[in-house]
């Protein structure tokens, strides 16, 4: 089954975790894709070469998501590449946790700048050609924390929680032109950024989980390539939660 033949999309942090996963089920499901990365450009390249098998186009940019001018770059590759944008996938983020004592000034703006100003960057970019084709699909990767809170995490909540009213509002700005935007909000799925975590703490968060288990970033691919194909064209506005149930 190939929901996303002849779509072509454009995904950020696709070098490792949840953006890998995103890219590998994009082009499964036969999109064009280009992605971003930061700094893997070994791991970026052999995500290429694996699905550099067909006629299908898989390009990566390294390109900071957090820089304006550098979205604007991208976007400029982006379209000479693909000719135009069906679906952008806002996915690159980091975390910088600490407890608010603690937390600094640089760890609050560059969690902003790389989560939540990233958004704005590339969402903006997208309009021209969204507009041109009255069709796009724009989806957010935000987090349960953006929606519950966690300790030590104020400005990853915050840059999360952000995420969501932007998500809304530009549902709202641009739905009559037949453009949606939805936001997926993962729980913990096993990637670099929660190996991180002791394993007190995983089993912690294990147990709390209904389906008890971390998720795969393949669990959020999936629901992305829901949202970026023509099986969820009367939704919008929404955010989706892939988290095994759990609500804390
Ligand atoms: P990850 O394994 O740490 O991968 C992060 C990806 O983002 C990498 O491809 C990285 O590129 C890229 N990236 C980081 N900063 C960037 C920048 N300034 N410009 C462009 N790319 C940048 O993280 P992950 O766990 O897959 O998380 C992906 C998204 O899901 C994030 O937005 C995260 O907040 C969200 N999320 C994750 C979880 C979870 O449990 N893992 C839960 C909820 C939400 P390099 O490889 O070059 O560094």
Request: hydrophobic share 40%; charged share 20%; with cysteine.
């Given at each position: 089954?190939?929901?996303?033949?002849?779509?072509?999309?454009?995904?950020?942090?696709?070098?490792?975790?949840?953006?890998?996963?995103?890219?590998?089920?994009?082009?499964?499901?036969?999109?064009?894709?280009?992605?971003?990365?930061?700094?893997?450009?070994?791991?970026?390249?052999?995500?290429?070469?694996?699905?550099?098998?067909?006629?299908?186009?898989?390009i990566?940019?390294?390109?900071?998501?957090?820089s304006?001018?550098?979205?604007?770059?991208?976007?400029?590759?982006?379209?000479?590449?693909?000719?135009?944008?069906?679906?952008?996938?806002?996915?690159?983020?980091?975390?910088?946790?600490?407890?608010?004592?603690?937390?600094?000034?640089?760890?609050?703006?560059?969690?902003?700048?790389?989560?939540?100003?990233?958004?704005?960057?590339?969402?903006?970019?997208?309009?021209?050609?969204?507009?041109?084709?009255?069709?796009?699909?724009i989806?957010?990767?935000?987090?349960?924390?953006g929606?519950?809170?966690?300790?030590?995490?104020?400005?990853?909540?915050?840059?999360?929680?952000?995420?969501?009213?932007?998500?809304?509002?530009?549902?709202?700005?641009?739905?009559?032109?037949?453009?949606?935007?939805?936001?997926?909000?993962?729980?913990?799925?096993?990637?670099?950024?929660?190996?991180?975590l002791?394993?007190?703490?995983?089993?912690?968060?294990?147990?709390?989980?209904?389906?008890?288990?971390?998720?795969?970033?393949?669990?959020?691919?999936?629901?992305?390539?829901?949202?970026?194909?023509?099986?969820?064209?009367?939704?919008?506005?929404?955010?989706?939660?892939?988290?095994?149930?759990?609500?804390?």
């Amino acid at each position: 089954m190939t929901l996303l033949q002849g779509k072509n999309a454009l995904i950020t942090g696709g070098s490792r975790g949840i953006g890998e996963a995103l890219v590998r089920s994009y082009a499964a499901q036969g999109a064009n894709v280009v992605f971003t990365y930061r700094s893997s450009a070994e791991s970026a390249n052999k995500i290429v070469e694996d699905l550099s098998t067909g006629d299908q186009k898989i390009i990566a940019i390294q390109s900071d998501a957090s820089s304006y001018a550098a979205s604007e770059e991208l976007m400029k590759e982006a379209l000479e590449s693909l000719g135009t944008i069906d679906v952008l996938i806002n996915n690159a983020g980091i975390t910088k946790d600490n407890l608010m004592l603690r937390m600094s000034e640089e760890q609050w703006d560059q969690v902003i700048e790389v989560n939540l100003k990233s958004v704005f960057n590339l969402t903006k970019q997208a309009m021209k050609p969204m507009l041109k084709n009255r069709s796009g699909s724009i989806i957010n990767i935000s987090s349960v924390v953006g929606v519950f809170g966690n300790a030590g995490q104020a400005n990853y909540a915050a840059s999360k929680a952000g995420i969501i009213g932007f998500s809304k509002s530009i549902a709202k700005e641009v739905g009559s032109r037949g453009i949606r935007c939805n936001v997926i909000a993962p729980g913990f799925i096993a990637t670099d950024m929660t190996d991180a975590l002791d394993d007190a703490t995983k089993k912690s968060y294990t147990d709390a989980i209904p389906l008890k288990r971390f998720g795969e970033g393949t669990d959020v691919a999936d629901a992305c390539v829901f949202l970026g194909s023509d099986m969820s064209t009367y939704v919008t506005g929404q955010v989706l939660s892939v988290c095994g149930g759990m609500n804390v």
